[in-house]
């Protein structure tokens, strides 16, 4: 996950979901031809369909169509809902499911103006048809109401563990990049020299804008046992809506009807990946599942290392899938995410 204008600026975000694609391939061992389906989701792109294009560029069959989601912060996660139905549902075997965002190569947006006059430019679309309910995100972290010391010092906090991490394994190097440049020691002194956004939100308690791709190969149990390498197994998921004022709660409901689906309670997870876009949201969100912070992104999060918006959620289930696949590693873990618009995902994987 590279900060916009790094390591990555000058790839697209298909060619980005191609190089995760090729890496998945070769780690599984699987030919292109097996796989059924690319699922990718896209936020900041120009419409088309990233996901063949992405397809087509990481070789894989031209039967391939690609399927290109656009669910804001939450699509990357929520790819894999869909690809789990679609193998669930006997319409696939095999199926790439993640997301790819380029922050540094976006297009820029021109509103037309139907009586002639010159193309207005705007950053980003609506997410409710009224535009009292339609806040900026850092405006709506804000209006949590957390503390500016609680924001800074979970900041800190995060870039800490993403510094003192090891290697992480889901990283498939790309323009001799082999980790998440981002994260830096955060003084109390620094942090208080941020840039205000909106009250106690600064630039330092907010998620960098940030360029990658994260895919993750869903199949079946049958073929997952054949091909003899570690698996999780995808446990109930929801992708759901909320009030459109307060998108950085939304996560809240998707996380309590994964719970409660799978009949366990906040303590009992072992590992939890969180999307960190506010410091302020990540808070409010452990604040009101009850989720224990002390399991919630043990390496760091999207604060320290940033947020590719489409391929957010695929980034902490790739983190997630390799935490509960390494040798000694937890049992049960959470991904977890919210969106623009009031939308929440969360899935539970197991160790299978």
Request: a negative charge; proline letters at 9%; charged letters at 15%.
């Amino acid at each position: 996950v590279a900060p916009r204008g790094g390591a990555l600026a000058r790839i697209d975000a298909p060619e980005l979901a191609a190089h995760a694609a090729r890496a998945c391939l070769a780690d599984t061992g699987l030919a292109p031809s097996a796989i059924d389906e690319l699922i990718l989701a896209n936020a900041l792109g120009a419409g088309g369909n990233p996901a063949r294009v992405a397809a087509l560029a990481a070789g894989l069959p031209e039967r391939v169509g690609g399927l290109t989601l656009d669910r804001q912060c939450t699509g990357g996660l929520d790819a894999l809902t869909l690809a789990a139905a679609l193998v669930e549902t006997g319409r696939a075997t095999t199926v790439l499911a993640g997301g790819a965002e380029s922050f540094s190569r976006r297009p820029l947006r021109l509103a037309t103006d139907p009586d002639g006059g010159a193309p207005q430019p705007y950053l980003r679309p609506r997410f409710s048809p009224d535009p009292a309910r339609d806040p900026e995100m850092h405006e709506a972290a804000h209006a949590l109401a957390i503390p500016r010391a609680a924001q800074d010092a979970y900041t800190a906090a995060s870039h800490a563990k993403a510094l003192a991490a090891p290697p992480l394994p889901e990283i498939a190097p790309l323009k001799g990049l082999e980790a998440d440049p981002y994260a830096r020691a955060l003084s109390p002194r620094l942090l208080a020299r941020a840039k205000r956004l909106a009250g106690d939100v600064t630039a330092a308690n907010t998620a960098p804008e940030a360029d990658a791709a994260a895919l993750l190969l869903v199949t079946t149990e049958g073929r997952a046992r054949a091909l003899g390498l570690p698996a999780v197994a995808l446990g109930p998921s929801a992708m759901l809506g909320g009030d459109p004022t307060q998108p950085g709660l939304a996560p809240v409901a998707a996380i309590r009807a994964v719970l409660a689906e799978a009949g366990h309670a906040a303590g009992d997870l072992d590992h939890i990946e969180l999307m960190e876009a506010f410091a302020a949201q990540a808070l409010a969100t452990l604040e009101a599942t009850g989720l224990p912070e002390a399991c919630t992104n043990p390496q760091g999060g999207a604060l320290a290392r940033g947020h590719p918006i489409g391929a957010s959620g695929a980034v902490l289930a790739c983190r997630l899938f390799h935490a509960l696949t390494a040798p000694s590693g937890p049992s049960t873990g959470l991904a977890a995410i919210a969106a623009a618009g009031g939308l929440g995902s969360a899935l539970l994987l197991t160790r299978a």
